[in-house]
């Protein structure tokens, strides 16, 4: 009998002849499955899947409810179970073949049982160890098989005989894990919700990081403390009647004071100087995420995409689970220790062998154990299914974040808007309501309102100041997101101006400025606290209102009992009128001056209300004709009347009452003859009369019976000759007929001795009278665009005179003489280089010194 040794190789103890083979010639040959394996393991280590699973969407955590974050450790679990199986594979051999002794027509029918029970014919086999060599009894028996036989046999057995689900159980648990892990994180990475997954995630950590909201919440839970120290006292502190109606009015200074900045429909407390000053980048940048949120939340709620996603995502995993379950718990029980394999016996000279699968004991409890976490994640799917089916989770209401947090104004949000705030109440519910903080407009307005102040420093608005038409000390404010605080710091300030400010609010601190008289408000609607109310009643005296619709007229305007001038620019149609634009002038009982600039059909009926103390109208009307001005007749103490623009075809009849009449201004009408004006006469007081910008031709000579008239303005019409009795209105001052068609004037011009002011620039004047320039008291004399080749030297007698336009002549020369005229300067002589060049020397230096 041939020596037989036992050698250990690394797939296990083989027998093998030594006479034929040696240990270091015959190593067992590579296994292609377990190269394969061992593959797949190189290539996606453990680690990679743990990044894969979590740390990979990390920065979605807050999307991720608590049977999310589950089922992904479920599927690490159910990933280190294929992960483990493969390793397995690179071990140790997976099938050992021995030959059976007993033969049987059906291979079928073979019993591999007796494979344990060698107990005849057994031989003493000495055994070699590698390291250190030991003899022992073996008992077994001889089949003369060479260890090429051996390693063909198992492969070939492990090929035909062994079930496929014992082969490949390892890797169907990676592939299933790794398709459970796609599912669980597909919406994370489809195009269509991607985007807008990553702008939420990144909108809402900014907005539960960043310091306004802090500073919100806490300005609330400051005054929530007020209010429950005050509601103390009230209920513990016993006093006499007037202590305790002294704390009631305290309590409600409080509560006022303090839901005033919750309640959207109140008004904004004056800011207190306790919070620390936000940062100026730190305000940018919440202002900017207020921004973020209204564009994210218009672009979201309009779709539901993301729900329906989700929903679709769960409906997959589901439908896997189901899958799996079924066609694993059918399998398991291939997976057998030992194997029945048939082989050829041409090739070993044994037909049947009884073969030992080495790692089925181990798979089968990984097989287990891997339905059982299949089983807790296909119920942690369905039960999201029914979470997404049983909730109104197109719906958000943050009733409870307004209880908690106090802010009023927090609008509900619906669609995927609504499910991604639901989703991250399973994580944490705080990050809903520090995101809930930038869906409030107060809070909105109150982050600009502090960076306004941070910008419009007290110490640059004074730059702006300056003095306006009237002489007062005037602060204009243009286009500014809305009104600095700051503004009231500045006592000095006569009048406020401003120009398209937004969200005007008038505080209480406006009682600061003791010198502000006048205030305009330019398309700039303004609310007013009930104290600034109270302080415009006592103090403001002129007020502009520039507006676009007729609902941006502010009903306070008519409580301004102090009010002296009222100027609107608006429409104020007389539809509008009859209900609410001019709804009741009777409490503004110290106006005196009125200005409308509008497209009115006929005189407001209110004017009644103001009409005893009413001094000054002015109606420019914008080209639409005013047909009724019977409202006049009732204005009997009005000294000044401009109707500009009110298509007016002749003077009107009611304007003849008006016996305290003493300005009359029509420009820019219609009026082609003004034969009427010779009831002028009954305005015994008129002393100015304004034609101007019509198309008059001529002026009849009645206009001589106006006796008390100083300044007559015909400028601008089509006259083209004035009448004689014309400057038999002794009184004139100020005589304006340039842009005419005049060609000359009548030389009673000199009878009007105290003219100061004459102007025909702008006809067609060849000539002028010698009278003109008797006229010892003219001032300004205005002759320039016309036709003159020739100016008298009589222009010395002008003592006078500081202003004389001749530009725009024939004139080939000027008389030496005009440097007798001693008020005369180069300045005031408006005439051609050519002209002054030619004067003397002399001349030039008396009029340079002049």
Not at 57 to 63: D, E, F, P, Q, T
Not at 93 to 110: R, Y
Not at 564 to 572: A, D, K, M, Q, T
Request: hydrophobic share 40%; net charge neutral.
């Amino acid at each position: 009998m041939s020596r037989v040794v036992a050698c250990e190789l690394d797939t296990g103890a083989l027998l093998f002849n030594d006479e034929k083979q040696s240990p270091e010639s015959h190593r067992t040959p590579v296994d292609p499955l377990r190269t394969q394996c061992g593959a797949a393991a190189r290539m996606i280590p453990v680690g990679e899947f743990r990044n894969f699973g979590i740390e990979q969407n990390s920065k979605y955590r807050v999307l991720k409810p608590w049977w999310d974050v589950f089922s992904e450790y479920l599927c690490v679990a159910m990933l280190m179970i294929g992960v483990f199986g493969c390793t397995l594979q690179l071990t140790q051999d997976k099938i050992t073949c021995l030959p059976s002794h007993f033969t049987s027509p059906t291979p079928q029918a073979i019993d591999c049982s007796h494979i344990r029970n060698y107990g005849e014919n057994e031989t003493l086999l000495p055994v070699v160890l590698p390291a250190k060599p030991i003899i022992r009894e073996v008992t077994g028996r001889k089949n003369g098989l060479d260890i090429h036989q051996y390693v063909f046999v198992n492969h070939y057995c492990y090929e035909r005989f062994v079930h496929w689900y014992a082969k490949y159980f390892p890797y169907l648990v990676v592939i299933h894990t790794l398709i459970f892990m796609v599912a669980s994180s597909f919406w994370f990475k489809f195009p269509g919700t991607s985007s807008k997954i990553d702008l939420f995630v990144t909108i809402l950590g900014k907005c539960f990081d960043s310091p306004w909201t802090t500073r919100a919440l806490s300005e609330v839970s400051e005054e929530r403390g007020e209010e429950k120290l005050v509601s103390w006292r009230r209920n513990t502190m016993s006093k006499d009647q007037g202590d305790r109606r002294a704390d009631e009015e305290e309590t409600t200074g409080l509560l006022r004071s303090s839901s005033v900045k919750s309640n959207p429909e109140k008004k904004t407390p004056e800011p207190q100087s306790t919070p620390s000053v936000l940062d100026k980048k730190e305000g940018e940048q919440a202002k900017a995420l207020f921004e973020k949120v209204k564009k994210f939340r218009t672009h979201v709620e309009e779709a539901d995409i993301l729900y329906v996603m989700y929903v679709l995502q769960t409906s997959l995993k589901v439908f896997k689970f189901l899958i799996i379950i079924i066609y694993t718990a059918v399998l398991v029980p291939n997976i057998e220790i030992v194997v029945r394999c048939y082989v050829p016996p041409e090739l070993t000279g044994f037909d049947i062998y009884c073969c030992n699968h080495n790692k089925a004991h181990l798979f089968s409890k990984l097989a287990y154990c891997y339905i059982c976490f299949v089983g807790v994640f296909g119920l942690l799917c369905i039960y999201t299914l029914y979470w997404q089916f049983h909730r109104p989770l197109k719906e958000y209401s943050f009733e409870h974040v307004r209880l908690e947090t106090g802010i009023n104004d927090i609008p509900d949000v619906k669609n995927d808007f609504a499910f991604l705030l639901h989703l991250v109440d399973q994580y944490d519910a705080l990050y809903s309501k520090r995101f809930a903080v930038f869906l409030s407009e107060v809070s909105e307005s109150h982050l600009y309102q502090l960076n306004l102040n941070h910008e419009w420093t007290a110490k640059k608005l004074r730059t702006r100041l300056a003095k306006n038409a009237k002489n007062r000390l005037e602060l204009h404010l243009l286009m500014l997101p809305g009104l600095p605080d700051t503004v009231f710091e500045i006592p000095e300030v006569e009048a406020l101006k401003l120009e398209q400010v937004k969200n005007v609010t008038i505080p209480a601190s406006v009682a600061k400025l003791d010198s502000l008289q006048e205030l305009s408000l330019i398309f700039c609607p303004a609310k007013l606290q009930l104290p600034a109310l109270h302080h415009f009643r006592a103090r403001l005296k002129v007020l502009y209102l520039d507006f676009e619709s007729s609902e941006e007229v502010p009903m306070w305007m008519y409580t301004l009992h102090s009010l002296e001038e009222l100027h609107l620019n608006g429409p104020l149609t007389n539809e509008v009128s009859k209900s609410a634009t001019l709804d009741s002038l009777r409490e503004l009982r110290a106006l005196r001056v009125l200005s409308l600039r509008s497209n009115l059909t006929k005189i407001p009926p209110s004017l009644v209300d103001v009409a005893l103390q009413l001094q000054r109208l002015c109606i420019y009307n914008e080209g639409v004709k005013v047909q009724a001005f019977s409202s006049l007749k009732k204005l009997t103490n009005i000294t000044s009347l401009e109707l500009v623009g009110c298509e007016l075809e002749r003077i009107p009849s009611a304007v003849f009452s008006l016996s305290n009449l003493q300005e009359l201004d029509l420009k820019e009408n219609k009026l082609t003859t003004v034969e009427e004006i010779l009831s002028l006469q009954h305005c015994s007081r008129l002393v100015t009369l304004k034609l101007w910008h019509n198309k008059i031709s001529y002026i009849p000579d009645h206009i001589s019976k106006l006796h008390t008239l100083e300044t007559l303005d015909v400028s601008w019409n089509k006259l083209r000759k004035l009448p004689s009795r014309l400057f038999y209105c002794t009184k004139l001052r100020h005589l304006d007929v340039s842009h005419n068609q005049l060609t000359s004037l009548p030389p009673e011009v000199g009878i009007l001795q105290g003219l100061q002011f004459f102007s025909a620039a702008f006809n067609s004047l060849e000539t002028l009278p010698e009278e003109l320039f008797s006229c010892k008291r003219l001032k300004t004399l205005a002759l320039g665009n016309n036709c003159l080749s020739y100016l008298s030297a009589r222009v010395a007698s002008l003592a006078q005179l500081v202003r004389l336009e001749i530009k725009g002549n024939r004139l080939e020369s000027l008389p030496v003489e005009i440097g007798d005229c001693p008020f005369l300067s180069l300045s005031g002589l408006i005439a051609e280089d050519e002209l002054l060049e030619l004067l003397p020397p002399d001349v030039r230096s008396q009029l340079t010194n002049g």
